[in-house]
């Protein structure tokens, strides 16, 4: 299966170009946009392959949590592509990629969500590379994070931007481990095998938090700058 996959919902962005159990990839630190630089990677990875736009089986993109306009791009050029391709699409949640590359079998996920909060989630690895969400994603100030029962290996930049908080939770933590395209395009692999695709105008953000912006009042009742 030939799968084309996006993730810009970090600063970290990449796109991924999965050709059976190959995987080609570009990626680039962006402090800000990105948008100028999807679709020549995806035109880049595409004639590396030797493949057009039609011959993919599907689209897959980080659905999120994550930025807000980071989101909305990652669905508004898979729904371009896909709908000109006639290809189905498959979102894939920011923290289970995040999972996905931390390499264990239960991670507890945790991205830095700005406005002094962080996206977290828990997911246990099972049979064929496949996660089951242990803890649905959310959305929290640091200090209230707490993991369920268990043993589990942490990971993602939330561990980074808030160790204060979190680390005496959390010693063992990895702030390393990010998204990335090739993880959402292995996560989604299955999901198109068992027929999950959607249509293109199915491509939509997972946002999990209502608000994206705080007055000035808010961010200070949260420990903030004005």
């Known amino acids: 299966m030939n799968l084309l996959a996006l993730e810009t919902s970090t600063h970290h962005l990449s796109v991924a170009l999965l050709i059976g159990d190959d995987c080609l990839t570009r990626s680039e630190l962006l402090a800000n946009g990105g948008s100028d630089r999807l679709l020549p990677w995806v035109q880049d990875l595409l004639a590396e392959g030797g493949l057009s736009l039609r011959q993919l089986d599907g689209i897959a993109f980080g659905a999120g949590p994550g930025a807000f306009t980071g989101l909305r791009l990652a669905c508004g050029v898979t729904q371009g592509l896909a709908y000109g391709a006639d290809l189905p699409v498959v979102g894939i949640c920011?923290?289970?990629s995040v999972a996905f590359n931390a390499g264990a079998e239960r991670v507890f996920a945790c991205l830095d969500a700005r406005m002094n909060e962080?996206?977290?989630?828990a997911y246990v690895r099972e049979a064929a590379g496949m996660f089951r969400c242990e803890l649905e994603p959310a959305v929290l100030p640091p200090e209230m994070v707490v993991a369920p029962?268990?043993?589990w290996?942490?990971?993602g930049d939330g561990?980074?931007?808030y160790a204060a908080s979190l680390l005496n939770a959390f010693p063992g933590a990895n702030p390393d481990v990010r998204p990335t395209a090739e993880a959402v395009a292995r996560l989604a692999?299955?999901?198109f095998l068992r027929g999950e695709g959607q249509p293109a105008v199915a491509?939509?953000?997972l946002y999990v938090r209502d608000k994206v912006a705080l007055t000035t009042a808010e961010r200070l009742a949260r420990g903030g700058a004005r």
Do not use: W
Request: no cysteine; aromatic share 10%.
């Open 203 to 205: 491509a939509a953000p």
């Open 159 to 161: 561990f980074s931007s």
């Open 153 to 155: 290996a942490a990971a």
């Open 118 to 121: 962080v996206y977290v989630a």
């Open 149 to 151: 029962a268990g043993e």
């Open 189 to 191: 692999l299955p999901r």
């Open 94 to 96: 920011t923290l289970e």
